[in-house]
């Protein structure tokens, strides 16, 4: 896999290792890998930095990789899960094409003052870092078996008739190698996935995977997805007032912004903005009202009754409600909570 796919504004676009640039260093700064954004048409519009402070990667924990290649496609994963502000790329890569940083340091988090750097800070070492940035914290076996399923589906995407080198896929999940097989064997068993597995070793080893047509129908139907397999926090880009609650599984705790939320609902709410229909007035009104009652705790029923609404007055956007990545959360627990199932 030597691209991901990332959606930022409602709009795809592709991020690829740039292997045409010599990386460089600055001061204390060591810059490591340089990555291109890319619409759905292959245009590049953006340049975007890995670097580490010097200090940072000499205490590092865990940062271990066999070469080059390993740590490039180790960055790459974690770049879909980073605050990509596309104004913020666009903007550094007209000026001369210069790229938007982020930068691994020991203490600072969050954009700086030019918005030119996003410093993420080490804790815990390299991994624990990693799982932060992905699953907000160690993940529950949820967490990571959502994780494989979204991975594969990726890259089944991209390349339908290859299995995905088992190789590549731990890049994307930071967790130890018993959780990964732990969850590899679940999906296997439950016939979301198939791989090939090696017969020559004590243990048996997997070497590809491939999701099958029914995790691909599990993770198309977003709402049954978040149910099934809840993703307990989104890499926290701003801070704020926090909204806590429980998934199912090992009831391990929801922590998402309310500034997140809000950020969510204005993407839905300038989508509405753009389109000419009779009841926008009346649509809006309903988002707004979603948007109170899922910052506030134990409202299931009126979140199901503002959707049900929704759905009658316009069904897309009822849609593009219970699929977006950090509202979908919150829905799916509403009707987790009114269902029994937590």
């Known amino acids: ?36 954004l890319y619409t759905d048409n292959d245009d590049v519009i953006g340049c975007i930095s890995v670097c580490w402070t010097r200090t940072a990667r000499a205490v590092a924990i865990g940062l271990s990789f066999n070469n080059k290649s390993e740590e490039e496609l180790a960055y790459l994963a974690l770049l879909q899960h980073l605050p990509l502000d596309l104004e913020k790329i666009k ?116 070497v590809t995977v491939k999701i099958l047509n029914k995790g691909i129908k599990h993770i198309e139907d977003q709402s049954e997805f978040s149910v099934k397999f809840p993703s307990e926090l989104i890499y926290q880009k701003f801070t704020g007032d926090q909204i806590n609650a429980t998934t199912s599984g090992d009831n391990s705790p929801v922590i998402i912004n309310s500034q997140n939320i809000n950020i969510a609902f204005s993407e839905i709410e300038a989508e509405i903005q753009k389109k000419d229909f009779s009841n926008k007035k009346e649509v809006l009104k309903l988002v707004d009202s979603l948007k109170t009652e899922v910052k506030k705790e134990n409202n299931y029923q009126k979140i199901k009754s503002i959707l049900e609404e929704l759905k009658t007055e316009a069904k897309w956007v009822n849609e593009k409600i219970v699929k977006h990545p950090i509202i979908a959360q919150i829905v799916a627990q509403s009707f987790a909570k009114i269902l029994g199932i937590i």
């Open 91 to 206: 903007n550094r890569f007209a000026d001369n094409h210069h790229c938007f940083m982020f930068m691994f340091n020991t203490s600072n988090e969050g954009f700086s003052p030019d918005n030119k750097i996003y410093s993420i800070a080490v804790k815990g070492g390299f991994e624990k870092t990693a799982q932060r940035i992905i699953f907000g914290a160690e993940p529950s076996d949820d967490q990571i078996r959502r994780k494989i399923l979204t991975t594969l589906h990726d890259y089944w995407t991209e390349d339908p008739q290859t299995y995905m080198p088992l190789d590549k896929i731990k890049f994307f999940l930071p967790v130890s190698a018993k959780a990964l097989y732990r969850n590899l064997y679940f999906l296997l068993d439950d016939k979301l996935i198939d791989a090939v597995i090696s017969t020559h070793s004590d243990p048996q080893q997997i």
């Open 1 to 36: 896999m030597d691209k991901v796919r990332i959606k930022i504004e409602n709009n795809t676009y592709y991020i690829k290792p740039d292997t045409e640039n010599p990386v460089q260093q600055s001061g204390d700064r060591t810059a490591l890998f340089i990555y291109l």
